[in-house]
């Protein structure tokens, strides 16, 4: 028997790169997957039939994760078909690098609603449809832990906040047995950011393990085992994956 049988996940932004990756995992583990998109609806539509070609069941939702109503409705829908919200996975986000002086208080906002407020949206909605003994996992990244180069205040503010979210939401939820946690990817080989794209090379040189770029399905080993339960022990904490860079 799979280790999520009979479990239901909720993938924020699961249309492509590491979202997909996770809402593939989460199934072949055995659970019944829902993943939200914005714009791709044919890239969501394919993660549900490549799922469901491997025996699995999935259902795609389109919801902005800007917006709250949005995020609040995909929960909802996902707890009515399926019967619940056993893990949640916050994996939206953007990614805006530019200079702090060309930014403004429009790209703040935006940055933050997306990266950080859709994950607080979601999780106080997830836990409202949610058994105990649940799981909260957030997709971060290495920046939150050390920006590596200029350009990167709002995403890495963004990324550093959601640790400290997942941190709180750890200690707060832990009566009810339901784990929080943050997964921290550094490069990682998607169409966001191949990892023969234009910027490699200088994110290679920050790498110890010449492994470099990670592939998707890493990240999404981290995320299946935060969900099984061989991880009930572990919460509050902060995994990041990014071969060294910020060793």
Partial sequence: MSVLYGKVALVTGGSRGIGAAIAKRLAADGAKVALTYV???????????????????ALALRADA????????????T??????????????????????????????????SINVRSAFVASKAALTVM?????????GSNLAVRATSPGLSLYTASKAA???????LARELGPRGITVNAVHPGSTDTDMNPAD????????????????????????????????????????????VDNGANA
């Avoid at 714009?39 to 069941?57: P, Q, S």
């Avoid at 919200?85 to 060309?102: R, W």
């Fill in 39 to 57: 714009n791709g609806a044919e890239a969501a539509a394919n993660v549900v039939k490549a799922i469901e070609a491997a025996g699995g069941t």
């Fill in 131 to 139: 058994p105990d003994g649940g799981r909260i996992i957030s997709i």
């Fill in 162 to 168: 959601i640790a400290g979210l997942s941190q709180a």
């Fill in 197 to 240: 794209g234009p910027h490699a090379r200088e994110q290679k040189g920050l790498m110890s393990n010449p492994a470099a770029f990670a592939d998707p399905g890493e990240i999404a080993d981290v995320v299946s085992y935060l969900a099984s339960p061989a991880a009930r022990s572990v919460t509050g904490a902060a995994w990041t």
């Fill in 79 to 112: 707890a009515e078909t399926f019967g619940g919200i056993d893990i949640l996975v916050n994996n939206a986000g953007i990614f805006h690098a530019a200079p702090i002086e060309t930014l403004s208080p429009g790209d703040f906002d935006r940055t933050f």
């Fill in 66 to 77: 800007s917006d709250a109503a949005d995020i609040e409705a995909a929960v909802a829908r």
